[in-house]
């Protein structure tokens, strides 16, 4: 408002003004007041149209056309009127064509078309604007047509096959795509097939065709008709046949019923078997008579009995004619036979018989020859007697020594004899105790043919091992003056028994004194005459009578007291002090005690140790007590009490001292210990705890159970380098410690243990490296820088180790002084371990890349600016922000060092704003996540402005150099 009094421009953004104006010269003064009014909402006015149409606004009387798309107006309210906010919102129109063919006729919303032709159909569409539909049309037309067929047994047409006459019809689709009907008028005629079978002597004609073999032919004809004739010919080819036999015979021949007396060629036509021809010619030589001689005589012949008759050599014997028989034909060839029939049986399978051999020539001379065959059996049998065996005497002190419980002979046997049965005697002599004997069984075995077999001995050995029946009686007795009194086995015997008698009883104690007093278990034993023992346990009773048993000499031992203890727990622990003493009577001791330690506590009167400490270390508390006979003071003795406080660092139960992975990091102490970068102080990161105690052993935050491991990309990256990739994954503690060893089951018992990786091969191994990958990044730096990737850890080393487990307390997620986790401790860290070049898949600290930094490095050239159209923030790291980047051909730039004084403004569809930024993408002024839009709204006026709605937004980016905004839309994908 500018004030005509004094030309003064007042601004309404100074709120409420007054001004005093002095008149001159008794003028009146002249007073403004100014009110400034807030700004009112803005009238919103909402409209939709279709792309065809136009709306005239009566604010600005403007006509707005839906051709030119959604139209946003901002009119601006005169002095403090409201301004006005228009929101044209165009649906657009729609136009469709479709190319389509049809047969005959197409029916198409309600409209029938018979002709090819283009066609218009108007409707309104689904958001009510006009829709025109163009069909451009073909049709096509269906055909008929009519064939006549004659045919043999079927007709196959269009994959359908007819056998019978008929008129058939096929409905088909013709070359158009269109229905085709096609008449077929059939006339079916048939084939016909004929079997023959003949049986034919050399050859069979049938249709011109000779066959001279068997076989089944088959010759293929024509009906009358035209049609198929199959002839199928079955066929069997039999031989004539011819023959030549030569013949040389005694005076005659007598062949088919024909008789022969003259040498001489003679034929002979007969039908064989086949019913064919047969031709036969003999050619025979008629011979005259002469005498037979004996050339050698029949050898007589005497072998080993076999048991069997001797069947082969008997045969054999027969065979060669008595082994050396022979004589010459007067004519033709010699025919021997003998009269054997069977031999004259002798002893077991022995025997002989004389046989006569006769010869015979073709014409039935003869002469003979006699010899005699002989078995004998001069072999003697064999046998095995049974094996020396021990038996033992029974309840009444008797023994069983028959065959059923020592063994019988069950081998015999003989070559000519097999009915054996071995036969035995028994020398008896007394063993050494009286239910032990020895006894010398011989065995015999002889043949029916009179051979005897060597004798054979088996020695049986009876043994006494029933073990005596302890019988025992209780007993009180009293104290003699002495202070001692005795008893004898007998005083317990209550009638032990044996079955063969008793050798010795004894006692187990047979002296008492006033340490007896009360009730003894006496133990009986009894031993019998061959050393076998039982027992029975009788009580006595001692009492002290008139005796004062106090002076019996008092023996303080040595007590010893073992606690483990973790991380968590308080150390505690009793004993009595006196359970193990001797001596102590009924009159009872008094118990000193000096130098009792700190945390230590001791009851004099009943001996009760109990030790408490609330600090965790390993100790050993020694001391002394001593204790003195009521009765007799001068009867004392003295002990040593030890404490032993074992730590048992990881909580798994089992003590340091016994421990092979005391830190439960899956790394053994021993290798650990021999890894040590520090060998004196076995420290490697001199944080005052040894490497097999620390979890942390280079103090990166990374812990060493993860260090040391590989995963399936690291070991083949590791490969690569020229170290050896184990072929595995990273496998944490399962928490487990199957065999009490303290080395968690993961690395014990399923074996998922190696050398650990050293990445850079610097002989340094990486749960002791520094810098893992030689990078020149340090490991706590790369293991830590998630967001933003830019070298710079995300979280710093404050050096407290509160749980002294050796990991830092910014790193550390469990607190092990109030509860040591078992397999989780050793990797609880907070640490992201990301891998932010997501190249190869090998975590940054082990990974050599080193990311750009904005300023060094190679000189962008070549970059755009590339704006997302969609984002997704739904926490899986990826596109979870509106985030604007540079895309470079070399060297890299960042939006917040090219644009650190960016601004962004968005709308959604109704124009209103829901979200702005200054300093937009800058994180050198807000963290990554606060830097980029995350899909909420900052606008305190909007419904659910935690979580924008799934939807289209519109953006105006303003860069802040001066150059013009750009404008575009975001898919948020809520």
């Avoid at 359908?160 to 005629?189: F, K, M, R």
């Avoid at 280079?698 to 993860?706: C, L, T």
């Amino acid at each position: 408002y500018t004030w005509t009094v004094d030309g003064v421009e007042y601004l309404g953004t100074d709120g409420d003004t007054t001004v005093h104006y002095e008149g001159a010269n008794c003028a009146p003064d002249t007073i403004l007041n100014i009110t400034v009014n807030d700004e009112p909402q803005p009238i919103v006015t909402n409209v939709t149209i279709c792309s065809n149409e136009t709306y005239t606004w009566n604010v600005d009387g403007v006509e707005y056309f839906g051709t030119d798309g959604d139209t946003t107006v901002h009119y601006e309210g005169n002095n403090c009127a409201a301004d006005s906010l228009l929101n044209i919102t165009v649906l657009q129109t729609t136009e469709a064509s479709i190319d389509t063919t049809v047969c005959d006729i197409l029916t198409f919303n309600d409209s029938i078309y018979t002709e090819s032709g283009t066609y218009e159909q108007h409707f309104t569409n689904a958001v009510g604007c006009d829709s025109m539909l163009t069909i451009n049309l073909t049709v096509l037309e269906s055909t008929f047509e009519t064939i006549n067929r004659i045919v043999c047994d079927q007709l196959t047409i269009n994959d359908s096959t007819y056998t019978e006459s008929g008129q058939y019809i096929q409905n088909l689709t013709n070359a158009a795509g269109c229905d085709s009907t096609l008449t077929i008028n059939l006339t079916v005629n048939e084939s016909s097939e004929l079997t023959l079978t003949e049986i034919a002597c050399d050859s069979y004609e049938l249709n011109d065709s000779v066959y001279t073999e068997s076989g089944t032919y088959v010759q293929n004809l024509q009906t009358e008709a035209g049609c198929d004739l199959t002839v199928t010919l079955n066929l069997t080819i039999r031989r004539s046949t011819e023959e030549i036999i030569e013949r040389t015979v005694c005076n005659q021949l007598r062949i088919n019923n024909t008789l022969y007396t003259q040498s001489g060629t003679y034929t002979q036509n007969l039908t064989n078997a086949a019913g064919c021809d047969s031709t036969l010619i003999i050619r025979l030589t008629v011979l005259s008579e002469d005498p037979v001689e004996l050339t050698s005589d029949a050898s007589d012949l005497t072998v080993e009995c076999d048991g069997n008759g001797n069947l082969e050599d008997l045969n054999n014997w027969l065979q060669t004619i008595g082994g050396t028989g022979a004589a010459q034909a007067g004519f033709g060839t010699i025919n021997w036979t003998n009269d054997f029939e069977a031999l004259t049986p002798g002893c077991c399978n022995t025997g002989s018989v004389l046989v006569t051999f006769t010869a015979y020539d073709e014409c039935q001379n003869s002469v003979s020859t006699s010899a005699t065959f002989t078995i004998v059996d001069s072999e003697a049998p064999a046998f095995t007697a049974p094996e020396d065996i021990t038996i033992y005497s029974g309840e009444e002190c008797q023994y069983d020594a028959s065959v059923e419980a020592t063994g019988d002979v069950t081998d015999e046997s003989d070559a000519c004899c097999p009915e054996l049965d071995a036969t035995y005697t028994d020398v008896v002599e007394q063993g050494a105790c009286a239910g032990e004997w020895v006894i010398t069984r011989t065995w015999n075995l002889a043949d029916a043919c009179g051979n005897q077999a060597e004798p054979q001995v088996q020695i049986i050995t009876v043994m006494d091992t029933v073990a005596p029946v302890a019988v025992c009686n209780n007993l009180t007795i009293q104290l003699q003056e002495n202070g001692m009194v005795s008893i004898t086995a007998d005083d317990l015997n209550g009638g032990s028994t044996d079955n063969c008698g008793i050798d010795t009883v004894f006692i187990s104690q047979y002296d008492f004194t006033c340490g007896d007093l009360g009730t003894n278990e006496v133990t009986l034993t009894v031993v019998d005459n061959c050393g076998n023992t039982s027992t029975c346990t009788a009580e006595v009773t001692v009492e002290a009578g008139d005796v004062d048993c106090g002076q019996e000499r008092l023996i303080a031992q040595p007590d010893v007291l073992t606690l483990v203890v973790c991380p968590g727990g308080i150390v505690n622990g009793s004993i009595n002090l006196l359970t193990n003493d001797e001596g102590i009577g009924t009159s009872g001791i008094t118990m000193s005690a000096d130098n009792i330690p700190d945390n230590v506590q001791v009851n004099l009167i009943d001996g009760e140790l109990l030790y408490a400490n609330e600090e965790l270390s390993e100790a050993v508390i020694q001391f002394t007590y001593t204790i003195c006979s009521n009765a007799n003071p001068e009867n004392c003795s003295t002990a040593e009490v030890t404490i032993h406080i074992q730590l048992d660092t990881d909580c798994d139960g089992v003590p340091n001292v016994i421990d092979i992975d005391d830190d439960d990091d899956g790394i053994l102490d021993i290798h650990e210990d021999q890894n040590a970068l520090n060998q004196q102080t076995l420290d490697s990161d001199g944080d005052g705890i040894v490497d097999r105690l620390d979890i942390d052993s280079d103090n990166d935050g990374i812990p060493d159970n993860i260090e040391w491991q590989q995963t399936i990309a690291e070991g083949i990256q590791y490969a690569e380098n020229g170290g050896v990739d184990q072929g595995l994954d990273y496998y944490p503690p399962l928490g487990t410690d199957s065999n009490g060893d303290g080395w968690d089951d993961q690395y014990d018992a399923l074996g998922v243990y190696y050398d650990p990786v050293d990445m850079d091969l610097d002989g340094i191994p990486d749960y002791l490296d520094e810098d893992a990958d030689g990078d020149g990044i340090a490991d706590y730096i790369e293991g830590w820088d998630a967001t933003p990737h830019d070298t710079i850890a995300d979280v710093d080393y404050i050096g407290t180790d509160t749980d002294g487990d050796g990991l830092d307390d910014a790193y550390d997620s469990y607190d092990t002084s109030l509860e040591w986790l078992h397999g989780l401790n050793a990797i609880g860290t907070n640490a992201p371990l990301q891998d932010s070049d997501t190249i190869i898949g090998v975590r940054d600290w082990r990974d050599d890349y080193v990311p750009s930094i904005p300023g060094e490095g190679e000189e962008a050239e070549g970059c755009e600016l590339f704006i997302p159209d969609g984002f997704s923030p739904n926490g899986d790291t990826y596109n979870d922000y509106f985030e604007i980047i540079f895309t470079c051909e070399t060297g890299d730039l960042l939006f917040e060092v090219e644009y650190p004084d960016a601004k962004i403004e968005i709308f959604n569809r109704w124009g209103n704003k829901v979200y702005e930024k200054a300093n937009y993408g800058n994180t050198q002024r807000w963290s990554y996540q606060d830097a980029w839009w995350d899909g909420k709204s900052t606008n305190k006026m909007q419904v659910g402005r935690d979580n924008l709605p799934t939807a289209t937004y519109f953006y105006i980016l303003y860069l802040g150099d001066g150059s013009k905004p750009i404008t575009g839309s975001i898919f948020l994908n809520n």
